[in-house]
């Protein structure tokens, strides 16, 4: 499966933005989804992931309350939306399939990555 993701820039703190993720082929539903973001010189780190049906959901304890998961396995799109967003939000956000019947949180875990896209929130 090929992901691109999507709806990064810039944003002043307190802004929202959502990121999409896209998903070629017909296998969609099969995976379960996850969001990462990585900052220069620190581990890939994940922040929300979702499973198969979108039932199930999981936040990072630095993004909970802001952060939202969702996916419409019609499109083939995960989404993230991110409210409230802070300077310390600021990383290059990656989107990753995960052929797993259960949510992961290593990074290593996942099979399939995106291109990533840089969100920037400034203070």
């Known amino acids: 499966v090929q992901l691109q993701a999507s709806g990064g820039g810039l944003v002043q703190a307190g802004g929202s933005l959502r990121l999409s993720c896209t998903a070629s082929g017909r296998t969609f539903s099969s995976y379960v989804m996850g969001w990462f973001r990585q900052v220069p010189g620190k581990e890939r780190e994940i922040v929300a992931a979702?499973?198969?049906?979108?039932?199930?959901?999981y936040y990072a304890d630095s993004v909970k309350g802001r952060f939202t998961i969702s996916r419409d396995n019609a499109r083939n799109t995960v989404y993230l939306r991110m409210n409230s967003l802070k300077s310390e939000d600021t990383a290059v956000y990656y989107c990753a399939a995960d052929l797993s019947s259960i949510i992961r949180y290593g990074s290593n875990a996942y099979d399939y990555w995106g291109q990533g896209t840089q969100v920037t929130v400034s203070s």
């Open positions: 979702i499973n198969r049906r979108g039932v199930d959901t």
